[in-house]
């Protein structure tokens, strides 16, 4: 039980590495005008989502769904921080889809979005972060 939820930390820590790094990308691929760059970042936004960020997504799922199964589930079904938890991991994933939207539209020169915009977006993860931990380890209802 122990190790599974070592595991959940572990491949949670390497999805938001990318959930923080990939807007940042994205602020500096905006921010950029030559050709050169424009295919550098391409390279490196394409190998952080499909190399880290989604890989480290689906196992961190994996490993919390099975101790969901294995016990967390009838320990923790009436409890309200899980509920919220997994509203949060919802909005979390289709975040994450976004990502994978507008690293679409830099891979085929389409991005309209502004730097600032991507650095507002860069914020978000922000909030998961602080909203899920706190509902996991605090469990305040
Ligand atoms: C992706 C879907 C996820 C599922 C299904 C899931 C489910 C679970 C379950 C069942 C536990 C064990 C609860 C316990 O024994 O107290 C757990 C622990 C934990 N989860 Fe998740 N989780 C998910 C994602 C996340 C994410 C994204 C984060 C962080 C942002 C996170 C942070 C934690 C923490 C810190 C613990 C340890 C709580 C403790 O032992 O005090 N989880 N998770």
Request: proline letters at 3%.
């Amino acid at each position: 039980m122990l190790w599974l939820k070592a595991l959940h930390l572990i491949f949670m820590v390497t999805w938001f590495a990318g959930l923080f790094y990939l807007p940042r990308l994205f602020v500096y691929h905006a921010m950029s005008d030559d050709a050169i760059s424009n295919e550098r970042f391409k390279v490196m936004e394409r190998k952080l989502y499909f190399g880290i960020m989604t890989p480290g997504m689906v196992a961190t799922w994996v490993f919390g769904v099975w101790m969901l199964a294995d016990y967390a589930w009838a320990a923790y079904a009436s409890s309200g921080w899980l509920h919220a938890k997994l509203a949060l991991l919802v909005l979390l994933v289709v975040y994450h889809g976004y990502c994978g939207v507008w690293l679409l539209a830099f891979k085929h020169d389409r991005n309209r979005h502004s730097h600032v915009f991507y650095r507002w977006m860069n914020e978000v993860p922000v909030f998961f972060l602080l909203g899920i931990v706190i509902l996991a380890v605090v469990k305040p209802f």
